[in-house]
């Protein structure tokens, strides 16, 4: 089981079940939502328990992806497409994010210069993720 939560715990959550590896998006989208590129873990949305949903705000584009966040503090918490039956929660909300590693950097094309001189031994995708690769962990 994982726990996280939003910096002033209005919003917290749990995960029964294990997390995907870590992809880090480096969209424009979640840059502008994290001020930076976005590190995402993933699990099923079955698997998701949240408390504090009355602080729980969400936004959506035209068209795309719900993205969650604490209405109190700001923490950027969760994002969720249309059609899929997964949650990706921002690694970094996440009590112990120890155990998982990065897998992959997608949307690499789009990565801040700063960013683009990071040298890393996975993947980097210059545009979105391999089906496989985004794909929740299997209990």
């Known amino acids: ?15 029964d079940g294990p997390l995907r590896p870590v992809i880090v998006c480096h969209c424009v989208d979640c840059r502008r939502w994290h001020g930076r590129a976005a590190a995402m873990t993933c699990a099923p ?11 729980l ?7 795309g992806p719900e993205r969650g966040w604490c209405g109190r503090c700001g923490s950027s918490l969760f994002w969720t497409a249309p059609g899929r039956d997964t949650v990706s929660i921002a690694a970094g909300t ?3 994010p ?14 801040e210069p700063w960013e683009a001189e990071q040298p890393g031994d996975v993947p ?4 979105g993720a391999p089906p ?8």
């Open 124 to 127: 980097h995708h210059p545009r």
């Open 45 to 55: 949305r079955q698997s998701l328990a949240i408390t504090g949903e009355e602080a």
């Open 132 to 139: 496989a690769l985004a794909a929740p962990p299997q209990r």
């Open 98 to 111: 120890r155990e998982l590693r990065v897998v992959a950097h997608i949307w690499w094309e789009h990565a």
């Open 1 to 15: 089981m994982s726990a996280g939560r939003c910096l002033c715990g209005a919003v917290a959550y749990r995960v």
């Open 94 to 96: 996440l009590d112990d």
């Open 57 to 63: 705000r969400w936004f959506r584009l035209p068209d």
